[in-house]
């Protein structure tokens, strides 16, 4: 986002101060972006949609479980992590790491499985033509 952008989050109801990101959509509504979550104002209201806020990672990455956000303790309550390093959970950048999968298909489709036997024929023309 823009520094300083956007101006005035109380212009809309219901939208977080302090955003971390916002966009108008192809589909005419605007998304708003704080921490995990989002909100959704359709096109020319002013309001946030029933339902708002959501879960970033469910939604824009289909990512039904995100992971945890507190480091792993030991037994006594004590930070495993050590100095310069950063959460297992988490890339070097602070940003959350998504470790599920989509149980979509390909996008282009079943992949197309070829076997040796393609290029008999091939190979059965051209020893045809010396022969």
Known sequence: MDLGYPKDTTLWKGVPAQLDDAMRWSDSASYFFKGKEYWRVAGSDMEVEAGYPRPIGKDWLVCADMQSDSPETQNNGTSVRLP???????????YEVCSCT?????????????????MLAPLWTLLSAVL
Not at 102 to 118: F, I, K, V, Y
Request: aromatic share 4%; proline share 11%.
């Open 84 to 94: 310069g390093q950063h959460h297992v959970d988490h890339a070097e950048n602070g």
């Open 102 to 118: 989509s149980d979509s298909g390909s996008p282009t489709g079943p992949r197309l499985q070829l076997s040796p036997a393609w």
